[in-house]
């Protein structure tokens, strides 16, 4: 295991059979809407890994994501504060995805982020649009 580095992103998990919890960091610049994307995933069911910051560390060959302890089980609810929220412990991390305000392509080139010289899957949205929740979801469905 390499030691865990702090990565400014918010991280959320989702429970798929057979595969356990697989997470994906969201990164972006300050109110791109991470937390606002983590919060609407953890409301279809996902659990919330870490928000704000997130450890990053690599272990076999895998990639692995946990909060800091002093913010482990609580987000940023813009306009509301800080509130609890259905959390996870560590997590392989298996898709990275970066918000932008700017227009998306329609048929994108693959892409990839490294973390702890790991390379994860990369994925380009809009973190407000409406679909968004389900292009994260879609992006990490087993085929």
Do not use: C, Q
């Amino acid at each position: 295991m390499t030691d865990a580095a702090p990565v400014h992103a918010t991280a959320a998990a989702h429970w798929t059979p057979g595969a356990g919890w697989r997470a994906v960091v969201i990164s972006g610049p300050s109110g791109a809407g991470k937390s606002d994307l983590a919060l609407r995933l953890i409301g279809r069911g996902w659990r919330l890994v870490a928000d704000d910051y997130v450890h990053v560390f690599a272990s076999g060959g895998a990639l692995y994501a946990t909060a800091p302890a002093a913010i482990a089980g609580r987000i940023e609810a813009r306009g509301l504060g800080i509130v609890g929220a259905a959390s996870t412990g560590v997590v392989r991390l298996v898709l990275a995805v970066e918000l932008t305000a700017a227009a998306t392509d329609r048929l994108p080139e693959p892409g990839t982020r490294s973390f702890a010289g790991r390379s994860l899957p990369l994925l380009r949205l809009n973190g407000f649009e409406p679909s968004a929740v389900e292009k994260v979801a879609a992006a990490i469905a087993p085929l």
